[in-house]
């Protein structure tokens, strides 16, 4: 089974300043997707970034990229120029490509800015 | 345009009580499953359903039962809960790949979740 750790519980970082959130996963497959989502204060999930694993470039969505390293299964979330609406919990999660998108997620990391 | 809806958002059980959770969805999505969410634990996969009238289980799915009778809604069931049920549980949709080499996207949408406590 596959499994994904994240092994910061909390983060915290300077309004403006740049942070990185890690997670590693372990999986036997090669063809996978990764991605992380956002959970404000709201409960709302929401879909950051995603990752396919065939692709070698990091994705980016505007502030956010990944670094995407497949042979040591890590799978990293920087944040550029944080801001004080980027404050929430972040899930990294592994999806196989199988067609019924099951995702599994790992454990979070509740992110604070500090103004 | 609403979503993922569920109902209700709030709820509040004794050992050994029956409820169900409604999850419905304006998407005409396939897939719709349903997660809880426990502190340390991040979210885990109950039951899950890849179209009307199929369910199929998820991470952890002992005390729980599901139906999904029309495409829209996917229903949580809790024949007896019990305290170690007492979590939030999130539903969510998402589409299957449209065509060519099949690739899921995994973007789930997800409701706003709701807060099951059992006493």
């Known amino acids: 089974a596959q499994t994904v750790t994240q092994s910061q519980p909390e983060m915290s970082v300077q309004e403006a300043e740049t942070v990185t959130l890690s997670c590693t996963y372990d999986t036997s497959e090669s063809d996978y997707y990764l991605f992380w989502y956002k959970q404000p204060p709201s409960r709302q999930m929401i879909l950051v970034i995603r990752?396919?694993?065939?692709?070698?470039q990091n994705a980016t969505e505007n502030r956010f990229s990944v670094n995407f390293q497949k042979a040591a299964k890590s799978f990293s979330l920087k944040i550029s120029d944080s801001q004080l609406g980027d404050a929430a919990m972040y899930f990294c999660a592994y999806c196989p490509n199988f067609g019924n998108e099951k995702l599994t997620f790992g454990t979070g990391t509740r992110l604070t800015i500090i103004p | 345009n609403a979503g993922v809806t569920q109902t209700p958002k709030f709820r509040v059980l004794k050992t050994g009580q029956s409820m169900t959770l409604l999850c419905a969805q304006d998407m005409n999505h396939e897939y719709m499953y349903w997660y809880r969410q426990d502190p340390g634990m991040g979210l885990r996969l109950i039951h899950y359903?890849?179209?009307?009238?199929?369910?199929a289980k998820g991470e952890v799915p002992d005390g729980y039962n599901v139906s999904r009778l029309k495409k829209q809604n996917f229903l949580l069931g809790l024949e007896s809960a019990a305290p170690s049920q007492t979590s939030v549980y999130f539903c969510a949709s998402s589409y299957p790949p449209t065509s060519g080499r099949a690739r899921p996207t995994g973007e789930l949408f997800f409701g706003e979740g709701s807060r099951l406590t059992v006493l």
């Open positions: 359903s890849v179209g009307e009238g199929t369910t």
């Open positions: 990752q396919e694993a065939y692709k070698q």
